[in-house]
Each structure stands twice: as C-alpha cells, then as structure tokens.
C-alpha cells in the first residue's frame, strides 16, 4: 500500500527584512520600483530538503529545539503556508491542530462556539450536531451552554476546546504542542483520548517537547535540527540521541557600567544527566567602590514566570571587593526538575532588603529529561516544576 | 475508505477553485452568522440599527438638500433617497468590512487551512443581511407614497441590481482584503475611498440631472451606479440610459475580474504576512 503522506525535499525559506516590518507599506513597494536593490534583506532557511514517508496507522513525533522548524513543517502540511520548494503527496483527509479553540469568540455562548469552530476544524453542521452530547460531556461544560464564553474560566474554555478537537475523525491528525495547558487531570483525558485514536488506525503526526507524551503515543520519531532531518528511526533510540545533543549553555553580560557593586558577566551551563542534574553559574562581580559583606541569590522560574526557587549559596564567605572585580563559580543541585524551559535571575547585595544589584531574566536553559528513570507518564505543569524523589519502603 | 489524493505545491495552478469555495459552503454560512450576531451583540436595539442607520441618513440628506432637488425626481424625494442608501449601505459597509476582515482575522487564517476567499465573501452576506432587514421599512415607506411600484421593471431590475450590488461589493472588498493584507495603508485608505465614492455615486441625485460631462463620466464608471439606478427603476419606471449601465456594469466585471485575479495569486502568502 502507498504510504498516506510523502514529504519530497521539501524547503521553507522566508526573507528577513532587516530594518522593516514583516508585511510592506505602499511607499516601500513603489520606492523599489524605482530603486532595484534588496541589500537588507536575507534569506533564511526554516526547512531544507526534507523528505520522510509515513504509513497509514503510523504515528509519529517530531522533536527538536526552538525554531527547529518542527511547526513551519506542520504548517506546511496544513496547507497554511506553500513550500518554497519540494512536493507533498496527501492520500487521506488531514485535519490540524495547530491550536486549539481556532476562531472561539468571546461574546458567542459555548453552545454557538463549537459549531463555530467545529465548522472551522472541517466539520460538517450535521456532523457537530450528532457528536455535540458527547462533545459536550467530554468538556464538562454542560452548564453553561448557553452563556458567553467570555465568562468562562480559561481552564472551561480550553476544555471545550479540546473537547471539540477530540471528536475530529480525519484520517491524519496534526497536533502541535496542545497539550501544554491545560490541567492535569483534563490533560490525562486528553493523552487517554489521542491513544483511542492512534489505536483505531489512524495516522497522528505530533510535535511536543514534552518527551514523556512522545514516547507514550508515538511509534517513531523524527529528530529536526536546523531545518533538516538530524535523525530518525525508532522512538526511543532517537530521544535517546536527542538527549545527548543537548548542552545548553548561556552568557549575559551588563550592558553599562554602574557604580554600586553589580554583575558584569554571567554564564551558565548544565552538568551531568538526571537525577543529579546540576546548574553552573560563573559570574564576575565588579565593584567600582566600596562593598559591604555581600551575599548572591538565584532565582530559578519556569518559562512561563512562575517561581520555583531561590538558591542561595553558602553564605560564608561573604563576597567583599574594593575597587575590584572577582570570578566566582557556583553550582546548583536541579534535584527533581522536571523537563521544561527554565529562567535564572541574579541577585547580589548586603542585607535581604538593600539591594546591589539584581538581573532578570538572564539566561534560560531547557531540561529534556524526566528526573524519574522510566517514567512514561508525563509532566503536566499543573503538577509542579519539581518531582521530589520518592519510594515505597514497607 | 474514501481515497482523496492531493499535493502541495509551492506554486498553485490558477484556478477559481469554486468547487472547493462550495466544499467549504457551511464555514461561509458560519462565518456569516458569526459577523451578523457580533455585530449587534451588547447594542440595546439590535437589529434596529440595520433599520435606523439609512433612515436617520435619509432625514439628513432631505433635511440638506430638499429643497434643492424639489422637482427634479420623479420619485418622492426620501424615497428616492432611501432606495438608494439601502444598497449603498450595503456596498460601503461590505467593503469596509471585507477590506479589513483579512486583518481581524489573522489569528484564524495563521492556525487553519480553508479558501481565504470565504472570509470577504462573508463580510458581504453579512451586509446584505443588513439589507434584508431594511426592506419592510422601504416596504412601509412605498405604501405611505401610494406605492409607486412598476412590476415589469421590478421584475428585472430588483434581482439585477442586488446581484450588481454583491458583485462590485464583492470584488471591490475582495481587492481591498488582498491589498491590506500586504499593504497596512489600505487600512487608512478605505475610509477614505468609501467616502469618496459616495459622492459619485447617485444617491442623493439621480444621474438624469447631472450635466457636468466629467462627473457623468466618473458616474458611469462606478459600479454601483447601475445598480442604484436599476433599483430606481422598479419604482419610477424610468429605464437607466443604456450607455451608462454598460459602462457601469462593465467596470463592475473589469473589478471583479481584477479582484479574483490578484487575491487567487497573493492569498497562498496571506499566513506569512498576517
């Protein structure tokens, strides 16, 4: 059998315009008329060449850092966006998922709102209407059918959302990262859901960063990098092999000089793998005058702001410097941090409320691994940042 | 199971892909739905407005130029005023609307795949609801004027002039939504342009009586003018002068042709650029 979809040496290339705006005013385009040269612009490559077949029934994941080109590639097969070059063969009904609650309006009650955005995802009207009970029910949302989505929770909203999406029955599906909201009960329905339908044969194309989800529904993996096709194969020796490609290092340093004591350079870098995964930060303090016994904070948020600790190293020592500047290195134990993008901020001062200097925000880094071996359930972030290590002694 | 076979290209075959445009026919009902229902949600009255808007128009324009035109048309003056705004309100709301909608909806075109042509083309329908729910009023108004209603003419020059009406709408709002898709001026030069076409469009006096030839010229080219005239006709029995309707009418084609054209050859870019 022909497989469902073949992916042909397909490119994705956009110009960057280095000092315009994204979409042109009138005045550019007929200025260019009269003056022939695109000096500022560069042509970027989000996808180069690449080519992959998948069978009907097979689902697969597709990993790879930030701008990767994992979801330029889905939106590619969503036909949202042309290739610039290369060929795609569809055999088969492709609904996509780059989102959920596409085209939800807030002043339209629920009731209207999955129609609505039913009709969008590719359904037809009597289609939503003969799975609606059922949408419904798995949303939870009963009643408040008929209120206004804007008075819904966001957590009701995405539920009625995802409810919409779960009664699809295209013959390929394409998820992009849906299921990072959500809580973690819903989120637990919503994996439960999507193995339902890769069970019944159907093809499911998946992005996420979640690893956990990719292992637990995909049968392969496809490992982008850069815009091409880094490795692909079985799932578990290509996450493996992710893994291993990780290094995350960082560096920030200060913009200006002041005259309190402040930090001039800061890098991080992760060490070692989980369980006993640890944060090095190195950082260089200058002191232009006097400095009272100083001591540093860290601060570690997750990608999306919320707090998770602060770390603060052994107070004694203090730091004094006059008229200086100093290298210091310090490491943080990560016990227990589960696998998602993390942000450090930087503290130095003399007393818990005088503050020398503080930077936020400095650097990120991104973990990929569970801290727990073997886990296969994910990491939902309404369970927290942190799995503390646990077992079952009697 | 039920085979369909495609690719994806970089370049799309020109095609009107009107096929899929009715593939897709419940999504441009919803889309419509959707306009019509945001637009009067949280106003006190409603779809009254759709009423209110050219009748309060039509006691301006009496009001200003009343006793001007006194005389010189053959219909009531408010009524040959009214009859005129119905379907200009339609064409200056549905291009306003469909020049912007690209932009309102940018976040659905950046997640989700269907004709792009449906979201002008809903705007539209969204107008000529409007439209619908202003006829009992010109219904009211005819019966208070002893119904001056001439049913051969009426009988081709209603539906002429409602299907004139949603062409050059239509392919005005369409060229219009490609332009500012890529070009942000065109936000600016909509108002603009709609208010400008108003006065070349006869509304507030009919064609008959403009003897200035270059404004006559600028009259005919108009795409609405047929229409309104058409319209006109239904009800005062005088036929349009045929000169005019062509050109009017041809231009209406010309722009429809034009619109298809350039939104069928930009619409595959409008994700990157929303």
């Known amino acids: 059998m022909k497989p469902i979809l073949e992916i042909q040496n397909v490119s994705k290339s956009f110009r960057i315009l280095h000092d315009n705006q994204p979409y042109l005013s009138l005045r550019d385009s007929i200025a260019s008329i009269f003056r022939r040269s695109a000096s500022s612009s560069e042509i970027f490559w989000a996808l180069k060449e690449i080519s992959f077949q998948v069978k009907q029934g097979e689902s697969i994941g597709i990993i790879g850092k930030n701008g990767a080109g994992k979801s330029t590639l889905l939106k590619i097969l969503s036909k ?13 009904r492709i609904a996509s998922l780059l989102e959920v609650g596409t085209g939800f309006h807030p002043e339209l009650s629920g009731r209207e709102n999955v129609f609505l955005n039913g009709s969008i995802l590719g359904m037809k009207r009597a289609e939503i209407s003969k799975k609606f009970d059922e949408i419904i029910d798995f949303s939870g949302t009963e009643k408040f059918l008929d209120t206004p989505l804007k008075h819904y929770s966001s957590g009701m909203q995405l539920r009625l959302a995802f409810a919409v999406a779960a009664f699809l029955e295209p013959e390929i599906m394409i998820i992009d990262e849906v299921l990072a909201v959500g809580d973690a009960e819903f989120q637990r329905k919503c994996i439960g859901k999507m193995e339902d339908v890769s069970r019944s044969g159907r093809t499911i194309l998946f992005v996420s960063h979640d690893l956990n989800a990719v292992q637990t529904l995909c049968s392969s993996v496809i490992h982008l990098e850069h815009g091409q096709i880094k490795a692909s ?18 560096e920030w340093s200060a913009s200006r000089k002041k005259e309190q004591p402040y930090f001039e350079k800061i890098s991080i870098a992760l060490k070692g793998e989980q369980p006993s995964l640890k944060l090095e930060i190195k950082f260089r303090i200058c002191s232009p005058g006097t400095m009272r016994n100083s001591f540093v904070a860290f601060n570690i948020a997750t990608g999306s702001g919320a707090m998770v ?47 020398y200097d503080w930077q936020k ?34 | 199971m039920n085979r369909t076979e495609y690719e994806i290209l970089p370049e799309k075959k020109f095609s009107l892909g009107l096929d899929e445009l009715s593939h897709f026919r419940e999504l441009i009902f919803f889309f419509t739905w959707r306009d019509i229902k945001i637009r009067y949600k949280q106003t006190v009255i409603g779809f009254a407005w759709a009423i209110l808007q050219p009748l309060l128009m039509m006691f301006v324009i009496t009001f200003t130029f009343g006793k001007m035109m006194e ?90 002039a409602i299907l004139l009406t ?60 047929s ?27 010309i722009l429809l042709v034009l619109a298809f054209y350039y939104f069928r050859k930009t619409e595959t870019y409008f994700a990157d650029l929303a």
């Open chain 2, 166 to 225: 949603f062409l050059s709408t239509f392919a005005m709002g369409t060229l219009l939504a490609a332009l500012t898709v890529k070009y942000r001026d065109f936000r600016y030069i909509i108002p603009f342009l709609v208010q400008i076409l108003f006065f070349i469009t006869p509304v507030i006096m009919p064609t008959r009586i403009v003897e200035n030839n270059a404004l006559r010229f600028l009259l005919s080219c108009n795409p609405m003018t």
């Open chain 2, 227 to 253: 229409a309104i005239e058409l319209f006109r006709c239904s009800f005062n029995g005088i036929w349009p002068d045929p000169q005019l309707l062509f050109a009017s009418i041809s231009s209406s084609l």
């Open chain 1, 309 to 355: 600790g602060q770390a603060i190293p052994e107070l004694d020592p203090f730091i004094s410097i006059e008229n200086a500047e100093a290298e210091f290195v310090s490491e943080i134990d990560l016990n227990g941090f589960v696998p998602g993008d993390y942000m450090i901020s930087a503290w130095v001062g003399p007393h818990f409320n005088e503050t």
């Open chain 1, 233 to 250: 194969g079985e799932t578990a020796s290509i996450i493996s092999g992710y893994l291993n490609s990780q290094s995350i290092s960082a």
């Open chain 2, 71 to 160: 005389g010189k048309t053959h219909l009531p003056y408010p009524l040959s005023i009214f009859i005129g705004l119905l379907l200009w309100n339609v064409f200056s709301s549905g291009v306003t609307n469909a020049g912007n909608s690209m932009l309102t909806n940018a976040h659905i075109i950046r997640k989700i795949y269907f004709p792009r042509l449906i979201i002008p083309l809903s705007s539209v329908f969204g107008s000529l609801f409007d439209f619908l729910v202003g006829l009992p009023l010109l219904i009211v108004m005819l019966a208070w004027y002893h119904f001056p209603f001439h049913p051969m003419n009426a009988l081709i020059g209603i539906p002429s």
């Open chain 1, 80 to 92: 949202i966006t042309p290739p610039t070059s290369g060929k795609i063969v569809v055999r088969g």
């Open chain 1, 361 to 394: 925000g400095i650097a990120g880094f991104t973990i990929v691994d569970s801290p727990q071996k073997k886990r296969t359930f994910p990491h939902p972030p309404a369970h927290g940042a942190i799995v503390p290590s646990s077992r079952i002694i009697s």
